[in-house]
């Protein structure tokens, strides 16, 4: 397996600085299986990706989008955004965000927890100045929850639980959800569901121009 540094960030940063809210995914690293032509860097990846096929996501990346179209779009329920098309409607939500990976190496298809802490810790200061950079308003983790709180220094006394079950932090003006990793083998509409009234509950109206708008 060939093991490539793979940058990450905003899609396109002129959309990112004017979405309302500035939307992150964290995730854990890129695979290096899915990377057969040897980018070096994630985000014209998922460019070329879109020319090449502009009606479609893969699984993972649709995950990520319908997260950000929920936020972005008040929350709407499963029923309305089940079929949404990707071209008009998932895709610039998405494409508005940024996606940061905790391990900046790619790796195999599954990144077990103790590769995860360990290649978190190696790159924690890169990820830092990411997301300081990045100044994002939320951050979903996706199964990176626990890896950014350790690499971090987040003491478990800031960790909160929304009425629903979800854990998140808000620190500095920006809240961090503990979200499944997008690629969870979940049924989607549980999945979606969950996110979406845990989100609420967290943000309230942040994605309307209030507290984190």
């Given at each position: 397996?060939?093991?490539?540094?793979?940058?990450?960030?905003?899609?396109?940063?002129?959309?990112?600085?004017?979405?309302?809210?500035?939307?992150?995914?964290?995730?854990?690293?890129?695979?290096?299986?899915?990377?057969?032509?040897?980018?070096?860097?994630?985000?014209q990846?998922?460019?070329?990706?879109?020319e090449?096929?502009?009606?479609?996501l893969?699984r993972?990346?649709?995950?990520?989008?319908?997260?950000?179209?929920?936020?972005?779009?008040?929350?709407?329920?499963?029923?309305?955004?089940?079929d949404?098309?990707?071209?008009?409607k998932?895709?610039?939500?998405?494409?508005?965000?940024?996606?940061?990976?905790l391990?900046?190496?790619?790796?195999?298809?599954?990144?077990?927890?103790?590769?995860?802490?360990?290649g978190?810790?190696?790159?924690?200061?890169?990820?830092?100045?990411?997301?300081?950079?990045?100044?994002?308003?939320?951050?979903?983790?996706?199964?990176?929850?626990?890896?950014?709180?350790?690499?971090?220094?987040?003491?478990?006394?800031?960790?909160q639980?929304?009425?629903?079950g979800?854990?998140?932090?808000?620190?500095?003006?920006?809240?961090?959800?503990d979200?499944?990793?997008?690629?969870?083998?979940?049924?989607?509409?549980?999945?979606?569901?969950?996110?979406?009234?845990?989100?609420?509950?967290?943000?309230g109206?942040?994605?309307?121009?209030?507290a984190?708008?």
């Amino acid at each position: 397996m060939e093991i490539t540094l793979l940058e990450d960030g905003a899609m396109y940063p002129e959309l990112y600085k004017r979405a309302k809210p500035r939307i992150v995914h964290l995730l854990k690293q890129g695979v290096a299986e899915q990377n057969p032509k040897g980018y070096t860097s994630l985000v014209q990846m998922m460019r070329d990706g879109r020319e090449e096929n502009p009606d479609s996501l893969e699984r993972m990346w649709k995950v990520c989008a319908r997260r950000a179209y929920c936020i972005l779009h008040g929350y709407p329920p499963w029923a309305h955004i089940k079929d949404l098309p990707v071209r008009p409607k998932l895709w610039p939500a998405f494409a508005s965000g940024a996606v940061v990976n905790l391990i900046k190496e790619t790796g195999a298809v599954r990144t077990g927890d103790e590769a995860l802490y360990e290649g978190a810790a190696k790159y924690s200061e890169v990820v830092r100045g990411q997301l300081r950079a990045l100044a994002p308003k939320v951050v979903v983790c996706g199964g990176t929850f626990g890896a950014w709180l350790k690499t971090q220094s987040i003491s478990s006394d800031q960790v909160q639980i929304c009425p629903s079950g979800m854990r998140y932090v808000h620190i500095d003006d920006t809240f961090y959800l503990d979200a499944y990793h997008p690629s969870h083998q979940a049924n989607h509409a549980m999945e979606y569901t969950w996110f979406r009234i845990c989100a609420e509950e967290i943000l309230g109206q942040v994605a309307h121009g209030s507290a984190v708008g």
